[in-house]
């Protein structure tokens, strides 16, 4: 049995416990820890009116969004979503679909109401009428088609909301996106023939033509002044139009993948744009300025519809559910986007103040970040034919660096013509004042300052920031590390400094092959930095040799130590056991001493007790007779013995 965690793209985690049973591995889900998300990409969102709501619809479902909490409070079991709209009141919400019916859902239970089979294509577009009357769709089937909100009675005599076709606009290229005023003026048409068709709203009258797209226009906004009018196509463009004659004020190119969302800030001629490149960017449609880019560029997230809020309107249900009561600004205006990443994304305005100049100077900083790496001086440093060439990208941290490289060195220059022309001076006799020592130098001499300069550049950016430097700051650098060299001046670190010299020779490599007063110096650098180099290789290899002989000599201390260490085991070993040896010799002796003391008692108990009175002298002279005899039978009996090993070992 074991755990397992999985995540699903409808934004999950999930907890099972996978169990064996009868040799088949069977998981029961454990813990679900859910935030309801989408499972396919985003096509379409769109605010409430009250502007605490927001809807998206996917391929499987539409999703309704509180924007403050960002929880999901209803979904809505829809088809292939395109499209979709809060109808004013915000109870309802109404779903555009890909195979060209228009579904009206109950938010309050999530009860389909209504659904028209109203194109005969994808519907990819609807807006509110701005009368809140009611609603247009745009469709491929090249029909623009006009809706009214009516209030009817079910079965149940409840009334309930419908939506009644009044009639509808012929087109005669497919519709992709249609766009209406604020004030019920205009009523744009964008077809697949790269054209947008501006109506009269009230009367459908054709007013104007706008052309200029290489590529379908995706979406399109009008000013609330209904004075000019931005279309964002396929061909990453945004153009902006005036309304009064038709002709294109600008065309920015915006974004580096088709533009997929395009609207005004209500009141204002600020815009947001949202394309495939999943980059977010805020204009200025009078100055034609890019103030911010709100989200940088994420191709791996391309975006596919952006929403903004607008005002707050009121309505009063009882009187007249879709007549306008009121306006009041109580939030600030918010932005949403979402796309192929399945996320909804949500920027709000704040009160800091941007300034066009910074933010006009970060967007070139980046745009010159890309740009570094295909750089003239960055690709000298590469070889096409090296297996192995340098690894950096050039940042705005690395020009930064050159940059203040190249005024320290104009300090010293300055600072050394300054003491050469007065030495020049005093040779010729001529009159001239004692140069003041220059306090940014911090009391050091020219060249020693230059050494400072360059020590300070990190080594891992010493190629790219010497990159920068132009080449005769390049012929002054070489210049000062050949004095430096020659001098044997403190501090100077010769390998770095010769780094130095091989990477500016090598970046500058066909300037000094053009200047004939630079080879003298080449040559002389060349021999000092071999010369110096081959006194560190010597240094190197003598401290190495060193090193080696003290790592021998500790190999052999501890080597011994150890040999010492093995001897005095041993020796203690053989006295330990020879301690023992004796202390075991002793004991065997003090075992047979006391056997012998026990048999010499037993035997002087034997004759104690053959002799019944120890007081008489005639028996006691008679035991000690017979003990004597005994004694010296035992005698004779050894001697005979002897006698006769002695004639074996003489016969033999």
């Not at 950096?392 to 300054?418: A, H, N, P, S, V």
Request: hydrophobic residues 35%.
């Amino acid at each position: 049995m074991f755990k397992m965690v999985v995540g699903t793209l409808r934004n999950s985690i999930e907890e099972y416990i996978v169990t064996n049973q009868d040799k088949v591995w069977i998981g029961s889900l454990e813990f679900a820890s859910e935030r309801f998300g989408h499972g396919t990409p985003v096509r379409s969102l769109v605010f409430s009116h009250d502007n605490t709501m927001t809807a998206s619809v996917s391929s499987e479902e539409c999703r309704i969004w509180n924007v403050e909490t960002g929880s999901c409070i209803r979904t809505l079991n829809t088809g292939y979503g395109l499209s979709v709209l809060f109808v004013p009141g915000d109870k309802h919400v109404i779903v555009g679909t890909k195979s060209g019916s228009i579904e009206l859902y109950d938010l309050l239970n999530g009860e389909l109401l209504q659904s028209v089979k109203s194109h005969k294509g994808p519907v990819w577009t609807m807006v509110i009428r701005p009368d809140k009357k009611g609603i247009i769709s745009a469709s491929s089937d090249k029909t623009v088609k006009f809706y009214d909100f009516e209030l009817i009675q079910d079965d149940n005599k409840n009334t309930v909301l419908h939506i009644n076709l009044q009639h509808s606009l012929q087109m005669n290229q497919d519709v992709i996106n249609i766009c209406a005023s604020v004030h019920s003026k205009f009523l744009a048409v964008a077809l697949i023939d790269n054209t947008v068709k501006v109506f009269y709203l009230d009367s459908l009258k054709f007013f104007l033509s706008l052309y200029g797209h290489k590529l379908p226009v995706n979406a399109m906004s009008i000013s609330d002044d209904e004075t000019i009018i931005i279309t964002a196509s396929a061909d990453k463009n945004v153009k902006i139009w005036g309304l009064d004659f038709g002709d294109c004020h600008r065309s920015l190119f915006a974004h580096t993948q088709p533009i997929m969302g395009v609207q005004f800030i209500p009141g204002t001629h600020y815009f947001i744009s949202a394309g495939k490149d999943g980059c977010v960017k805020y204009w200025d449609a009078d100055k034609y300025d890019c103030i911010q880019v709100i989200r940088p560029e994420m191709n791996h997230s391309p975006l596919w519809c952006a929403a903004i809020s607008s005002n707050v309107v009121d309505y009063d249900e009882e009187s007249n559910f879709y007549e306008q009561q009121g306006v009041q600004f109580t939030l600030p205006p918010r932005l949403v986007v979402s796309g192929h990443e399945r996320a909804i994304f949500s920027y709000i305005q704040t009160d800091q103040v941007l300034f066009l100049e910074e933010e006009k100077e970060k967007q070139s900083d980046k745009q010159y970040e890309k740009e570094l790496a295909n750089s003239q001086q960055f690709k000298d440093l590469q070889s096409k034919n090296d297996e192995a060439t340098h690894a950096g990208i050039k940042t705005i941290e690395t020009i930064r660096d050159g940059e203040k490289l190249m005024e320290e060195l104009d300090l010293c220059m300055q600072e050394e013509q300054k003491w050469n022309d007065y030495q020049e001076a005093k040779n010729r006799n001529i009159a001239a004042e004692r140069p003041s020592a220059n306090p940014l130098l911090m009391n050091m001499t020219p060249l020693a300052y230059t050494w400072r300069s360059l020590r300070r550049v990190r080594r891992s950016e010493v190629d790219l920031v010497l990159a920068i430097l132009p080449y005769n700051y390049c012929i002054y650098v070489l210049n000062s590390i050949l004095q430096l060299l020659k001098t044997n001046h403190h501090g100077v670190d010769v390998e770095y400094a010769s780094k130095i010299a091989l990477v500016m020779a090598q970046i500058h490599q066909t300037s000094i092959q053009m200047d004939a007063d630079a080879f003298d110096m080449m040559e002389s650098l060349s021999k000092v930095i071999k010369h110096k180099l081959g006194s560190e290789r010597d240094t190197i290899g003598y401290n190495l040799s060193g090193m080696k002989f003290i790592q021998q000599r500790i190999t052999n201390e501890r080597q011994l130590q150890i040999i010492d260490d093995v001897m005095n085991d041993q020796v203690v070993s053989y006295r330990q056991n020879k301690k023992n040896a004796k202390a075991a010799e002793k004991k065997s002796q003090r075992e047979e001493s006391q056997v012998k003391r026990n048999k010499k008692g037993r035997n002087r108990g034997l004759l104690d007790a053959m002799i019944e009175d120890r007081d008489q002298p005639q028996q006691k002279k008679m035991v000690e007779t017979s003990l004597d005899l005994k004694k010296k039978r035992a005698r004779q009996q050894e001697v005979v013995s002897q006698k006769k090993k002695l004639k074996q070992m003489v016969d033999e």
